[in-house]
C-alpha cells in the first residue's frame, strides 16, 4: 500500500504565503511525476502544479509566477510554495503522485486533502 500524508493547509490573509507538504510512504518504488490538484465545492478538480522526475514542471496559467513546486526525491515528498495568495486561490488541495510498486505495477495515488482558505 502506498499513503500521501499532506500539511500545511490553514487560513492566510490575501496576500500571504502557505507552503504545503506531501510525504510518499508505503510499497512505492520509483516516482514518476508528483502534483496537486485542487477543488472547491461543486467544481472539478483542477490541476495546480506538477513535477517530473528531471526537475521539469507545468503550473496552471492562475498560479503561475506565484506557486512554486519542488520535490525530495530522497524523502518521496513534493511541496507547493504558495506566494501572494488570493481568494480565489481558496480550495481543498490535493497531493497527487504517479508511481510504480515493487510488484511493477503503476499507479495514481491521491492524498487526504488539505483546506487552504484565504480570507480577511
Known amino acids: 500500500q502506498v499513503q500521501l500524508v499532506e500539511s500545511g493547509g490553514g487560513l492566510v490573509q490575501p496576500g500571504g504565503s502557505l507552503r504545503l507538504s506531501c510525504a510518499a510512504s508505503g510499497t512505492i518504488f520509483y516516482i514518476n511525476y508528483m502534483g496537486w490538484y485542487r477543488q472547491t465545492p461543486g467544481q472539478q478538480r483542477d490541476l495546480v502544479a506538477e513535477?517530473?522526475?528531471?526537475?521539469?514542471?507545468v503550473y496552471a496559467d492562475s498560479v503561475k509566477g506565484r506557486f512554486t513546486i519542488t520535490r525530495d526525491n530522497a524523502k518521496n515528498t513534493v511541496y507547493l510554495q504558495m506566494n501572494s495568495l488570493k481568494p480565489e486561490d481558496s480550495a481543498v488541495y490535493y497531493c497527487?503522485?504517479?508511481?510504480?510498486?515493487?510488484?511493477?505495477?503503476?499507479?495514481?495515488?491521491w492524498g487526504q486533502g488539505t483546506q487552504v482558505t484565504v480570507s480577511s
Open positions: 497527487f503522485v504517479n508511481g510504480q510498486e515493487a510488484t511493477g505495477s503503476w499507479s495514481n495515488y
Open positions: 513535477i517530473y522526475t528531471g526537475g521539469n514542471t
